[in-house]
């Protein structure tokens, strides 16, 4: 009996009732435990969706960028490519912002499934920031984009 910790001396002193009650108290603490890292893999997953959203909206206006240069570059070049490369910029902001908006909502929609069971993570605050901040530069794209280049 040298491998005996004081956790199983301890149950195997209990009598029945004592150690099914000690063993729904402990079930209980697991199944609590595997919500609470349920909420953090979501949270995980929408922020892993989010820095995607970002670095393609990011490529979008590192394009927008370069055909900025390559226009003033080589002025004598086909328009169409410049053309090209705009509605490849607009496609890839788009696709970004859609891409950060629907995963704040499949992230909002299972935070209020499972957040409100268990009566915590509000996540109404960190949504609302992020749908600004797609806002705001879906605004400053649209609004530059008339400002500085025209395909």
Known sequence: ????????????????????????????????????????????????????????????????????????????ANPKIFADIAYLSVFTLVSGMALIITSAVRYFAFEKKMGARKGILNPKIDVYILLGIALVLSISFFFGKNLTFNP
């Open 1 to 76: 009996m040298e491998n005996e910790t004081p956790e199983k001396r301890r149950l195997q002193e209990m009598n029945t009732t004592e150690l099914a009650r000690e063993r729904n108290r402990l079930a209980e603490i697991r199944t609590e435990q595997a919500s609470l890292r349920t909420l953090l893999a979501n949270e995980r997953t929408f922020l892993s969706w989010a820095r995607a959203s970002i670095g393609i909206i990011t490529l979008g206006f590192v394009l927008e960028k370069a055909a900025l240069y390559l226009k003033h570059l080589m002025p004598e």
